[in-house]
């Protein structure tokens, strides 16, 4: 095996000493211009490189954002990876992801070897059925800030950001009654996460808001398998009065309840339409799509995430009352009819 090479190497071959040769390796002013040039000459030809382990270890960092998502197959976490990537990169730190896969142990699982890992701070959208968050309390006894996005607990001293849905939901029940539709069906999601509530209130006000009556039968839920969003649009299509819309909990919820509709024979955007969340771009090249769907901004929410949780590794009190506990972004609806 090929030694490595070491900075006791480059001394021994100057007859300086290793704390010299170490300074003039990153360039300190005590250092001479010629001995610079000298111990980074040797240091070239033997191939030298700095160990980073020993220099993270001074540094008291190891440059390395953890990041836990629910399921990278979905576009829009995909998405918001960009936008992660983009600031650690922009401040010399690597990223490590991990998949929940929407489940809770396992989510746990990876937060503890994020932990012994060493990461530096932590980006989560904690998964569907997530409801104790002890897991990420515990890490603040090691110094690793956590920073929420998109799905965020109800936990105390969370620091997080999302996107707001009540508005937009309630203008998406406005679009649907000045199309003339007073039945509006309603597929929302699990409730562990903390948007599945909101977009529940903004529906409920909408309806209140176009002097609709809330009819329990139109209210569903899935759990955003497939199977279960088809039983979720099966029982509002085994309605004697079948909705003339549905709003559905996301995009991907939304295409396998076009597609449960279609083989039911209804014709999409004319016998009954759809609104959904995320606006991802997968649904602009469907000749179908949902009619509406509100852009909730993965790509900003997870730089900024990214950005407060820098903020908080690179303070030296650790103190972070000064900083914005919940950053809230608003939803915004984005049309896709010809």
Sequence with gaps: MKKVPTIKEIAKRLNVSVSTVSRALHDHPSIGLRTRMQVQQV????NYEPNQAAIFFKQGKTFTLGVILPNLQEQYFSIA????EKMAIESNYNVLISQSHDDS????QIVETMRRNRVDGIIVSVSKNSGDYKHFQELEEFNIPVVFFDRAPEMPGAISVTCSLKKSTVAMVDLFVKKGIKRIGFINGPGAISLTQERADGYREGLVKNKLKEERELIVQTDLTT???EKAIGKLLALKKIPGAVIAFNDYVALDAIRYARKEGLKINKDIFFGSY????????????????????????????TDILLQLINRKDNNSTSLPQKIVLEGELVLHED
């Design 81 to 84: 990876i960009n936008g992660i």
């Design 278 to 305: 995320a606006n991802l771009p997968i649904i602009h090249y469907l000749d179908d799509p949902p009619i509406v769907s509100v852009e909730q901004f993965p790509f900003e929410q997870a730089e900024k995430a």
């Design 105 to 108: 142990k396992r989510e746990k």
């Design 43 to 46: 240091a070239k030809e033997i």
């Design 227 to 229: 199977i279960g969003t």
